[in-house]
């Protein structure tokens, strides 16, 4: 795939830096930008998706843990008294 863009002067001279550093070429600086940056937010599409459907879950049930419920559990994490993720409830 052929690829154009614009770039202002200051992010233009920053890559061109970064070529020079890495001496890599400018499209592996450019490859290695969108495959970070469509990774980071399919992450960020998938947290969203998962944080609605939790949310749609609440709605429906009403099943729930507080943040003093988590945070003493995960208190208990690497300890002699570790213990199983507490039961939700409503």
């Not at 052929?2 to 490859?31: F, G, R």
């Not at 469509?38 to 944080?51: G, L, T, Y």
Request: charge should be negative; proline fraction near 1%; hydrophobic fraction near 40%.
């Amino acid at each position: 795939m052929s690829l154009a863009i614009s770039l202002d002067t200051a992010l233009q001279e920053k890559v061109q830096q970064m070529v020079a550093l890495k001496h890599a070429t400018l499209d592996s600086i450019v490859h290695q930008a969108l495959c970070e940056y469509v990774e980071r937010e399919e992450k960020k599409i998938a947290f969203q998706q998962e944080a609605m459907t939790a949310w749609q879950d609440f709605q429906q049930d009403g099943l729930h843990l507080t943040s003093d419920e988590i945070m003493n559990w995960l208190n208990t994490w690497g300890t002699k008294q570790e213990t199983e993720i507490p039961k939700c409830h409503k």
